[in-house]
């Protein structure tokens, strides 16, 4: 079941502000006792799914600029959670994938993530049509940032 806000806003970017707000402490309660932070988790994941990944790749799928997904990137490999190996097609670029103790963190955040995200699931309805709708949100923010950028 869906419910709506009790309280109208001026725009859809802030509604995309609250519901980022709540769903922001939705994971940060259920993920308390988490060995990963919900970001870091969220890195984790985008490396476990789709990995071996290139980092200018893994940081388009979690949608952060590249020099922040440099610092996760960082933090991933002095804790011994990330294995880099050369990109085949190009030397200079590399793959990452989740070491053991990696995939061993990321299984143990998981088990905090997924109540809320059943629980969350459950309220939504209709998954798929979430999903396809904040697939219209990522492709509108993506070019909307791109004609700005291009204005100067």
Not at 25 to 54: H, N
């Amino acid at each position: 079941m869906v419910v709506s806000c009790p309280v109208a806003r001026s725009s859809l970017l802030f509604d995309l502000f609250a519901a980022n707000q709540r769903v922001k402490s939705l994971i940060t309660k259920a993920m308390a006792r988490s060995p990963l932070q919900p970001d870091e988790y969220a890195v984790y994941s985008g490396v476990v799914e789709f990995g071996p990944i290139a980092p200018t790749d893994l940081a388009d799928v979690v949608g952060m600029p590249p020099t922040t997904l440099s610092h996760y990137i960082r933090r991933m490999r002095e804790a011994g959670h990330l294995v880099e190996q050369r990109k085949p097609t190009d030397g200079r670029s590399r793959l990452l994938t989740l070491s053991a103790a990696g995939m061993t963190a990321h299984r143990a955040a998981n088990r905090t993530f997924e109540p809320a995200y059943a629980a969350f699931v459950k309220r939504v309805g209709d998954e798929a049509a979430v999903k396809a709708a904040i697939a219209v949100i990522e492709s509108a923010a993506r070019g909307a940032r791109a004609e700005l950028t291009a204005k100067g």
